[in-house]
């Protein structure tokens, strides 16, 4: 079964600065999705960002990014120029791939950020 | 944007009750899924559908739970015999073969 890992609970970042969440993950799958999905205090999911496993290049919107490193089952997410909304519950996730199938999310546990002036 | 609704936002019901959940899933998506979340816990996988039947559906979703999509909109979780556990946050979600899934608001079960 496909595990997704986030070991930092909590992070702090200030206005203005980067941030680095982690994740990592397991499967013996070779095509998968991973997303970033942030969750504020509303609890509504919202989707980050996504990476194709098939696609080497990092996928980028505007000021998040990931690092994926497939070989290790890596998946990070960087947050630039960070601001007061930004603040929220980070949730990894995968997906295995096998386009047009009903595939599920696994969700890892979070990371909660915090943004401080 | 197109967006997916859930209603209600918040259900109270007693032990023991049964209570549907809606959602109303984007237009042109085919795949639909229920997710449930704890208050603090993470977002944890209940059942997917597609093509008017359930496509996987976790441990948790014992026999007390169903799924129907009556019609061309509406897309329902129905939960009887409710119980104090079954108290959480329940996400719909749905998607287009292969790509991303989106989220509704959620609908807040507390259970007494």
């Known amino acids: 079964a496909q595990t997704v890992t986030q070991s930092q609970p909590e992070m702090s970042v200030q206005e203005a600065e980067t941030v680095t969440l982690s994740c990592t993950y397991d499967?013996?799958?070779?095509?998968?999705?991973l997303f970033w999905y942030k969750q504020p205090p509303s609890r509504q999911m919202i989707l980050v960002i996504r990476?194709?496993?098939?696609?080497?290049q990092n996928a980028t919107e505007n000021r998040f990014s990931v690092n994926f490193q497939k070989a290790a089952k890596s998946f990070s997410l960087k947050i630039s120029d960070s601001q007061l909304g930004d603040a929220a519950m980070y949730f990894c996730?995968?997906?295995?791939?096998?386009?047009?199938?009903?595939?599920?999310?696994?969700f890892g546990t979070g990371t909660r950020l915090q943004v401080t002036l | 944007e197109p967006e997916v609704t859930q209603t209600p936002s918040h259900q109270v019901t007693q032990m023991g009750q049964e209570v549907i959940l809606r959602c109303v899933p984007i237009s042109n998506h085919l795949y639909f899924y229920w997710y449930r979340q704890i208050l603090g816990q993470k977002v944890e996988f209940l059942v997917s559908?597609?093509?008017?039947?359930?496509?996987?559906k976790s441990e948790i979703f014992d026999d007390r739970f169903s799924v129907e999509r009556p019609d061309g909109s509406n897309f329902t979780l129905k939960i009887r015999s409710t119980k104090l556990e079954d108290s959480a946050m329940y996400f719909c979600?749905?998607?287009?073969?292969?790509?991303?899934?989106?989220f509704g608001p959620g609908t807040r079960l507390t259970v007494t």
């Open positions: 990476q194709e496993a098939y696609k080497q």
């Open positions: 979600a749905s998607t287009r073969a292969g790509y991303e899934q989106y």
């Open positions: 996730a995968y997906r295995r791939g096998n386009t047009g199938t009903a595939s599920k999310l696994t």
């Open positions: 499967t013996s799958e070779s095509d998968y999705y």
């Open positions: 559908f597609y093509n008017n039947e359930i496509s996987e």
